[in-house]
């Protein structure tokens, strides 16, 4: 029998963590690394990051903000952003 897996998703806007109601309504959660920091000490299975702002600012992942994520994680680690092409 497979175990449990705990796989968090946290929004990025911008940098920043986000919660939101249905995409709108921006709440703002805080630093995404010391996020990832708490969630090494509760030992999750992995982290999901999504940038909701990249597509529409039309823009690239933020590498410096994902690198700084990289660092600090200790577990796998996705970053999804959708790209209009």
Request: hydrophobic share 40%.
């Amino acid at each position: 029998m497979l175990l449990k897996r705990v796989i968090p998703t946290l929004l990025l806007r911008n940098g920043s963590l986000i919660k939101t109601v249905n995409f709108e309504k921006f709440n703002y959660i805080g630093d995404p690394v010391n996020t990832v920091r708490i969630f090494n000490e509760l030992e999750v299975d992995e982290l999901c990051f999504l940038d909701i702002s990249a597509t529409l600012q039309n823009r690239n992942p933020n590498y410096k903000v994902l690198s700084e994520i990289a660092d600090e994680c200790f577990m796998p680690l996705s970053y999804e952003v959708e790209l209009k092409i």
